[in-house]
């Protein structure tokens, strides 16, 4: 058998989106490390920076860029920086969303012009955008890149709105720079995630109550965790995914296959919110 424990050795790469301990891309900055990556990091902002900075001295990382994705000139000079200093890469991470949290509440159809707009440019385009820079690096050696992506980008769920519709556009985004950039060796997925408590997350309303329901109705029984995704993560970036490129992985302990929940379980849930659809007696 193959020995994995060291499967990124001599593997560089770029993690965007790294916001705190918590985040998605740490969970999986810090599983490609231990199996020997090399690991630089973007961030926007000096508070970014400052609960980067410890993270980043846990795996050993010394490269640390600003890097706006809505700001092409900061872009460009994050991508050059790390030419510079390692002169390609293998692998890129793009963990970066954002959408108006007060637009989250209520109904998609009120959503506002200039947030859809905001909400696309940060949330879609900017995988596009890094992916662009990122292809320049990886010339002359098998690269992949992930992004993360939700279930709301295939079906409707609540507080979620226009990210459901950026994440939806992200989706085909990962099916055309897949088809792209296929000829250069390069491959691109994402993972979709089940919910978790990261800084995102807490920005979609009635997060206590999707846990409890997604951990109830999911096959595994439970909630997903940081070591998950850095698992999955450290299979779409390896030589253990050599064939696969434009897929969504799903990482949501399988909440995804599920349709309606079984009747037992409707009627726990029915019984705890205090309602019944048995109707009356008599």
Known sequence: ???????????????????????????????LAAHGAEVAFTYQGEAQLKRLKPLAAEIGATIMLPADVEDDAQLDAAF??????????????????FSDKNELKGR??????????????????SFTAVAQRAARLMVGRPGAMLTLSYLG???VMPSYNVMGVAKAALEA??????????QDGIRVNAISAGPMRTLAGSAVGGGRTMFKWIKGLAPLKKTIELD????????LLSGLSAGVTGEVHYVDAGYNVMGVPPAAY?????AEEGKSDEGPEG
């Open 1 to 31: 058998m193959t020995d994995t424990t060291k499967i990124m050795s001599g593997k560089r790469g770029l993690v965007m989106g790294v916001a705190n301990d918590h985040s998605i891309a740490w969970g999986i900055a810090r599983t």
């Open 80 to 97: 050059a920086a790390i030419k510079e200093q390692w002169g390609g890469i293998d692998f890129l991470v793009h963990a970066i969303a």
């Open 108 to 125: 998609y159809v009120d959503t506002s012009r200039a947030n859809f707009a905001k909400t696309l440019s940060i949330s879609c385009y």
């Open 153 to 155: 980008a295939q079906q």
């Open 173 to 182: 985004s990962v099916k055309y720079l897949a088809a792209d950039l296929g």
């Open 228 to 235: 998950h995704l850095g698992g999955a993560a450290l299979y």
């Open 266 to 270: 409707l009627e726990q849930w029915a």
